[in-house]
């Protein structure tokens, strides 16, 4: 059931001018109405449209018949028909499909943008989940290096300011620690190498950062 129509109101008026009497022209109104709201399933029941214009049988069957006269109204199995009201609702419903079915191919097109995106947007975590302990790897060695290079351009001290060598003790604690920290990079660049395994060969340039971090000599 439709809730409001186009009304063309100019046209209404030229085409009711001098052919129907004024209660003719309202009786007309209210029928139209009916039509519109039925989309054109309008029963050609008495009692149903006296009850909406309000007058008995008698008053409706003269005005029916005057509007079916000058072809305002035709009767179609069983169903009161305006050809205006016909080709308006026709349109409507035209338009509506067109909508739907663009509705819908907006909904696909957004659908597949999300897509991209969520695809574009995963390597960049790829990126991020390995940046952070291979950061820690480049931070562990810059520390190393600073302190090495510190160490080279600090003069000789006197042998009574020089600390005492490390015991065997601390170079043994020292020589684990290193190869637990191996092990543990190892392990990170395996994790790594898995975690972009999804992502063929687009990752090929992490992998390769991944295995120059972790394998380099130097």
């Known amino acids: 059931m439709r809730a409001w129509f186009k009304f063309f109101g100019r046209d209404f008026r030229d085409g009711v001018r001098g052919v129907l009497t004024l209660e003719e022209a309202g009786a007309y109104t209210i029928v139209l109405s009916l039509i519109y709201e039925t989309e054109n399933r309008l029963l050609d029941d008495e009692r149903i449209i006296c009850a909406h214009l309000n007058v008995d049988g008698r008053v409706w069957r003269r005005i029916r018949r005057r509007l079916i006269e ?19 609702l026709s349109s409507a419903l035209l338009v509506s499909e067109v909508r739907q079915k663009s509705g819908r191919s907006g909904g696909e097109q957004s659908g597949k943008s999300r897509a991209n995106q969520m695809k574009i947007k995963e390597p960049a975590e790829a990126n991020a989940s390995i940046r952070l302990p291979y950061a820690r790897a480049f931070q562990n060695t810059e520390a190393d290096t600073l302190s090495s290079l510190r160490s080279e351009s600090e003069p000789a001290r ?10 065997k003790h601390r170079i043994s604690m020292d020589a684990t620690m290193t ?10 660049h395996r994790d790594a190498l898995q975690s972009l395994e999804m992502f063929g060969e687009r990752a090929e340039r992490l992998r390769q950062i991944a295995d120059f971090i972790v394998k380099r000599q130097f």
């Open 179 to 188: 190869d637990q920290a191996r092990a543990f990079a190892a392990d990170l």
């Open 70 to 88: 000058v072809g305002k109204l035709t009767l179609e199995d069983g169903l009161l028909v305006n050809a205006r009201a016909t080709s308006e």
């Open 158 to 167: 006197p042998k009574s300011e020089r600390k005492p060598p490390a015991s």
